[in-house]
T-cell receptor, first 110, second 116 residues
Framework: TQLLEQSPQFLSIQEGENLTVYCNSS?????LQWYRQEPGEGPVLLVT?????EVKKLKRLTFQFGDARKDSSLHITAAQPGDTGLYLC??????????FGRGTSLIVHP | GAGVSQTPSNKVTEKGKYVELRCDPI?????LYWYRQSLGQGPEFLIY????????DSGLPNDRFFAVRPEGSVSTLKIQRTERGDSAVYLC??????????????FGEGSRLTVL
């Protein structure tokens, strides 16, 4: 079983602050995805990374895939209340079945 | 609608009862996944269909759980003799292609099951 550990589990910050959340594993993944989930909704894909060392930017969000393809980070610049949600990473080792981490619950206060 | 549709959105049942949860995926998506999410946890894989067949059912917790997708579109998750520990949100997702290496999973809003 491929386990993904996400940290921190909870994060409560003020609007305008920067933050980084992490997704770590001892397993190598062929691809890794980040999803955001709001209460009462299903997860929604933010980004997919496939190449070791890859960096992708989505407006104020920056995603990085580790060189060894075992870990990833998500950095949010100048967080806004609309960024509030559960951030999930999901890794695929080639089995076609994404394995999800426990998530980081982010609250951004106005 | 164009998204993944799950019914019912909420289901309250008594211990020992049988329940069915339905998932209507995005038209044309061949891959369909069922996950279960408990409070404070990430989605936990249950079963994956490619077309009509269950390609991987290794996540089903025991033989009380069963899922079908007879025509390669709508899927039904069936739970027999429900237990309180089955209470969770059951998420369905579909994908145009198998998810390896870039395929996006499109999730429904989930079916919240409460077993009293």
């Amino acid at each position: 079983t491929q386990l993904l550990e996400q940290s921190p589990q909870f994060l409560s910050i003020q609007e305008g602050e920067n933050l980084t959340v992490y997704c770590n594993s001892s397993s190598v993944f062929s691809s890794l995805q980040w999803y955001r989930q709001e209460p009462g909704e299903g997860p929604v894909l933010l980004v997919t990374v496939v190449t070791g060392g890859e960096v992708k930017k989505l407006k104020r969000l920056t995603f990085q895939f580790g060189d060894a393809r075992k870990d990833s980070s998500l950095h949010i610049t100048a967080a806004q209340p609309g960024d509030t949600g559960l951030y999930l990473c999901a890794g695929d080792g080639g089995s076609y079945i994404p394995t999800f981490g426990r998530g980081t619950s982010l609250i951004v206060h106005p | 609608g164009a998204g993944v549709s799950q019914t019912p959105s909420n289901k309250v049942t008594e211990k020992g009862k049988y329940v069915e949860l339905r998932c209507d995926p995005i038209s044309g998506h061949t891959a369909l996944y069922w996950y279960r999410q408990s409070l404070g946890q990430g989605p936990e894989f249950l079963i994956y269909f490619q077309g009509t067949g269950a390609a991987d059912d290794s996540g089903l917790p025991n033989d009380r759980f069963f899922a079908v997708r007879p025509e390669g579109s709508v899927s039904t998750l069936k739970i027999q003799r429900t237990e309180r520990g089955d209470s969770a949100v059951y998420l369905c997702a579909s994908s145009l292609t198998p998810s390896a290496n870039t395929g996006e999973l499109f999730f429904g809003e989930g079916s919240r099951l409460t077993v009293l």
